[in-house]
């Protein structure tokens, strides 16, 4: 009795495709064997890596060597401060620009450059003045401290926008430019 599943294989070119296709899976097989004796036969040799980071010594090993180019760990138990984040409101704006000019060594109080621009802009960073005599010039005073063109890109702070109409900018050029013909900002008392 004849099995019907195999009756394909009377065909001669049948036969020959099945014959071909245990033949390339024998291959296949055999191939796939032969790389994994040839991997587990031959161990490849291990180079020592530094750790990516400082590790404890272990006992009976010696210490890795930190690698150039790495800030130093923090102290064991001390994590580093988050970046800090800056209320986006004018007491936010006064504290972020007191940050950058700390930075850049310009002094200036969070008072003195309150009351500044509270006289100047009533606090509103989109306040132009188109009015006064800068004005009739062509260059408005603008922002919070009303500030002109040529003075904010005399002043400009690196580490804060290009832009005038930036409330840290602003703030922070101001103070420059105050720095460097009042001392600073807590010395001015009136238009400058």
């Given at each position: 009795m004849s099995?019907?599943?195999?009756?394909?294989?009377?065909?001669?070119?049948?036969?020959?495709?099945?014959?071909?296709?245990?033949?390339?899976?024998?291959?296949?097989?055999?191939?796939?064997?032969?790389?994994?004796?040839?991997?587990?036969?031959?161990?490849?040799?291990?180079?020592?890596?530094?750790?990516?980071?400082?590790?404890?010594?272990?006992?009976?090993?010696?210490?890795?060597?930190?690698?150039?180019?790495?800030?130093?760990?923090?102290?064991?138990?001390?994590?580093?401060?988050?970046p800090q984040v800056y209320e986006n409101n004018l007491d936010g704006w006064i504290r972020q620009s007191l940050d950058v000019m700390r930075l850049h060594g310009i002094p200036g109080s969070y008072e003195g450059i309150h009351r500044n621009i509270m006289r100047e802009s009533g606090g509103n960073p989109k306040a132009i003045n188109l009015s006064d005599s800068n004005a009739a010039k062509g260059t408005p005073s603008k922002g919070l401290l009303q500030v002109i063109d040529p003075t904010f890109n005399a002043y400009h702070v690196d580490g804060t926008a290009f832009d005038i109409w930036d409330p840290v900018a602003n703030i922070t050029a101001a103070c420059n430019y105050a720095a460097h013909r009042y001392g600073s900002m807590d010395n001015v008392n009136g238009a400058y």
């Amino acid at each position: 009795m004849s099995d019907a599943r195999l009756s394909f294989l009377r065909r001669p070119s049948l036969r020959k495709g099945a014959a071909l296709a245990a033949t390339v899976g024998v291959i296949a097989v055999g191939f796939s064997a032969g790389v994994a004796v040839a991997d587990d036969s031959a161990p490849a040799p291990v180079t020592p890596v530094a750790a990516p980071f400082d590790l404890p010594a272990l006992p009976g090993l010696p210490a890795l060597p930190a690698l150039p180019g790495l800030p130093a760990p923090a102290p064991e138990g001390l994590v580093p401060a988050p970046p800090q984040v800056y209320e986006n409101n004018l007491d936010g704006w006064i504290r972020q620009s007191l940050d950058v000019m700390r930075l850049h060594g310009i002094p200036g109080s969070y008072e003195g450059i309150h009351r500044n621009i509270m006289r100047e802009s009533g606090g509103n960073p989109k306040a132009i003045n188109l009015s006064d005599s800068n004005a009739a010039k062509g260059t408005p005073s603008k922002g919070l401290l009303q500030v002109i063109d040529p003075t904010f890109n005399a002043y400009h702070v690196d580490g804060t926008a290009f832009d005038i109409w930036d409330p840290v900018a602003n703030i922070t050029a101001a103070c420059n430019y105050a720095a460097h013909r009042y001392g600073s900002m807590d010395n001015v008392n009136g238009a400058y």
